[in-house]
């Protein structure tokens, strides 16, 4: 799970009725019709923020770290999850700026 802070956009220390107010303002965004995937993640960051246990903790100690490899994928956008070698070596082949040339060296004087 992100911050559920960040996945609301919300202080810290917003007080109850601003996390319900982000709440709904986020459902309005991503209904679950429409966005199921959002939808759980505002779902999760919400009920994260309601605990009270849960946010001081999100607080004090941050989000938990990943369980499993395949959770950090989900947190890349798609159209970034695969960069294939291809994309690299354009970016090698491409030519660069000019080179400055250097002056010689010699001895110091």
Wanted: glycine fraction near 6%; hydrophobic fraction near 35%; aromatic fraction near 6%.
């Amino acid at each position: 799970m992100l911050n559920p802070f960040t996945t609301l956009n919300i202080e810290e220390n917003a007080d109850d009725e601003a996390v319900r107010a982000a709440y709904v303002r986020a459902i309005k965004q991503s209904p679950p019709d429409r966005d199921p995937d959002g939808f759980c993640r505002i779902r999760d960051a919400y009920e994260a923020i309601r605990d009270t246990e849960k946010r001081l903790a999100f607080r004090l100690f941050g989000p938990p770290p990943l369980p499993q490899l395949e959770d950090v994928g989900a947190l890349i956008p798609d159209e970034r999850q695969h960069v294939g070698p291809a994309l690299w070596l354009n970016i090698l082949r491409e030519p660069r700026g000019p080179q400055v040339p250097r002056p010689p060296r010699g001895p110091h004087k």
